[in-house]
């Protein structure tokens, strides 16, 4: 399962998409899926919540793909 959202940097207030890859806890099969390019990678997920199976992340860090600071904030939770 792939999350795809914006953020607004901290430091330089632009407004990016970032995306994640959501491991699945059961997964026998490879999922097959286009990552999105042109966006930025979540580089870190510091917290997450298991949910049917999906490691949901709750608060993730990530590098501005304009100034390059490290940004780290909380994620809306997703239905699935
Ligand atoms: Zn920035």
Not at 7 to 22: A, G
Not at 31 to 50: D, I, Q
Request: aromatic share 12%; hydrophobic share 30%; with cysteine.
């Amino acid at each position: 399962m792939l999350i795809e959202d914006k953020h607004e940097c901290e430091s330089c207030n632009k407004e990016f998409d970032w995306y994640y890859l959501v491991p699945q806890k059961w997964s026998n099969r490879i999922e097959a899926v286009v990552l999105p390019k042109g966006k930025t990678s979540v580089r870190k997920v510091e917290e997450r919540v298991e949910k049917k199976g999906y490691f949901l992340p709750l608060r993730v860090s990530l590098y501005c793909p304009d100034c390059g600071s490290l940004n780290t904030f909380n994620v809306e939770e997703k239905e699935i």
